[in-house]
């Protein structure tokens, strides 16, 4: 199934996302944790890619995988970084022959200790270039972008980052999946913003379940994202503990997971991080129909 046609055919779909293992042991996990999360029927299973040629082709088998094992549609994370025109058509040619239908269609992070992002002679410098580009070759592909409630950390301000959202949903964008935030407050105001803006797709809030303070500390610094105090102060009291960081966390997710879909929201996209014990008791405490 097609990005656009989910929240056509649904009034609420979720999504989960995933990242390439390294090792036969974390392949051997991840298949564990999407047999439990198949249970919740998930609308499809995203999968993050690494530039170069052999993690980037890694990302393409994981979603030939998922699909085979599953029976669950992927989605593969597609970036501009290190990569020229050609050949960033040569990878979705690739990726296309072998099985996917859809793209979560990114600029990418700037290489490890590149200050910002810099694209080489003959590739692309934004995102909604390589939307472009994808409609181009490949019209018929299902198409998600990224959007940043609390803003994008390289932009200026919201007004400015939404302007560049709009560019890549006018591109051929079909879903707008957004980075984690922790105040749902944030995420209406955003989708408040967008639709002024003009943007008309769906806009899909991304959840990450907290399970230990350090490692959500490091994930929100690098996407801008805001830890409420109340709850830092919990994560924070809790510190020599880790099983109580869980609680408090899961607790959390459950909570705003809730909220958002009392609120309507037409999906959920939830960062899995190759765990499935947070998840699914987040999943087992929400109103979903299979």
Same mark, same amino acid.
């Given at each position: 199934?097609?990005?656009?046609?989910?929240?056509?055919?649904?009034?609420?779909?979720?999504?989960?996302?995933?990242?390439?293992?390294?090792?036969?042991?974390?392949?051997?996990?991840?298949?564990?944790?999407?047999?439990?999360?198949?249970?919740?029927?998930?609308?499809?299973?995203?999968?993050?890619?690494?530039?170069?040629?052999?993690?980037?082709?890694?990302?393409?088998?994981?979603?030939?995988?998922?699909?085979?094992?599953?029976?669950?549609?992927?989605?593969?994370?597609?970036?501009?970084?290190?990569?020229?025109?050609?050949?960033?058509?040569?990878?979705?040619?690739?990726?296309?022959?072998?099985?996917?239908?859809?793209?979560?269609?990114?600029?990418?992070?700037?290489?490890?200790?590149?200050?910002?992002?810099?694209? /080489?002679?003959?590739? =692309?410098?934004?995102?909604? *270039?390589?939307?472009?580009?994808?409609?181009?070759?490949?019209? &018929? #592909? +299902?198409?998600?972008?990224?959007?940043?409630?609390?803003?994008?950390?390289?932009?200026?301000?919201?007004?400015?980052?939404?302007?560049?959202?709009?560019?890549?949903?006018?591109?051929?964008?079909?879903?707008?999946?957004?980075?984690?935030?922790?105040?749902?407050?944030?995420?209406?105001?955003?989708?408040?913003?967008?639709?002024?803006?003009?943007?008309?797709?769906?806009?899909?809030?991304?959840?990450?379940?907290?399970?230990?303070?350090?490692?959500?500390?490091?994930?929100?610094?690098?996407?801008?994202?805001? /830890?409420?105090?109340? =709850?830092?102060?919990?994560? *924070?009291?809790?510190?020599?503990?880790?099983?109580?960081?869980? &609680? #408090? +966390?899961?607790?959390?997710?459950?909570?705003?997971?809730?909220?958002?879909?009392?609120?309507?929201?037409?999906?959920?996209?939830?960062?899995?991080?190759?765990?499935?014990?947070?998840?699914?008791?987040?999943?087992?405490?929400?109103?979903?129909?299979?």
């Amino acid at each position: 199934m097609r990005i656009r046609d989910i929240y056509r055919q649904t009034k609420f779909g979720l999504s989960v996302e995933v990242f390439p293992p390294k090792t036969e042991q974390g392949d051997n996990a991840l298949w564990a944790t999407l047999e439990q999360l198949k249970r919740f029927s998930p609308r499809f299973v995203s999968c993050t890619y690494g530039a170069g040629g052999g993690m980037r082709n890694r990302t393409v088998e994981i979603c030939q995988q998922i699909q085979k094992r599953f029976q669950l549609p992927a989605t593969a994370h597609f970036t501009c970084v290190g990569s020229t025109r050609a050949e960033l058509i040569e990878w979705l040619d690739y990726a296309v022959e072998h099985g996917v239908g859809n793209i979560m269609a990114l600029r990418g992070d700037p290489p490890a200790g590149a200050e910002s992002f810099k694209p /080489i002679d003959g590739g =692309l410098s934004y995102a909604n *270039e390589l939307v472009t580009l994808i409609r181009e070759h490949h019209p &018929e #592909i +299902g198409i998600g972008v990224a959007g940043y409630p609390e803003v994008h950390p390289e932009c200026s301000n919201l007004k400015t980052d939404i302007d560049n959202l709009k560019r890549k949903v006018d591109a051929g964008a079909d879903a707008v999946f957004t980075q984690l935030f922790f105040e749902n407050d944030t995420f209406h105001r955003f989708v408040d913003l967008c639709q002024t803006a003009g943007i008309t797709v769906p806009i899909i809030p991304g959840v990450m379940p907290i399970t230990e303070f350090a490692r959500i500390k490091r994930i929100a610094a690098l996407c801008g994202a805001q /830890i409420p105090k109340v =709850l830092a102060d919990q994560l *924070e009291d809790a510190k020599e503990d880790l099983s109580a960081q869980f &609680e #408090i +966390g899961v607790q959390f997710a459950i909570n705003q997971c809730r909220d958002l879909m009392l609120a309507g929201v037409p999906g959920m996209h939830l960062y899995v991080l190759n765990r499935s014990e947070a998840c699914t008791r987040i999943l087992d405490s929400l109103p979903l129909s299979s």
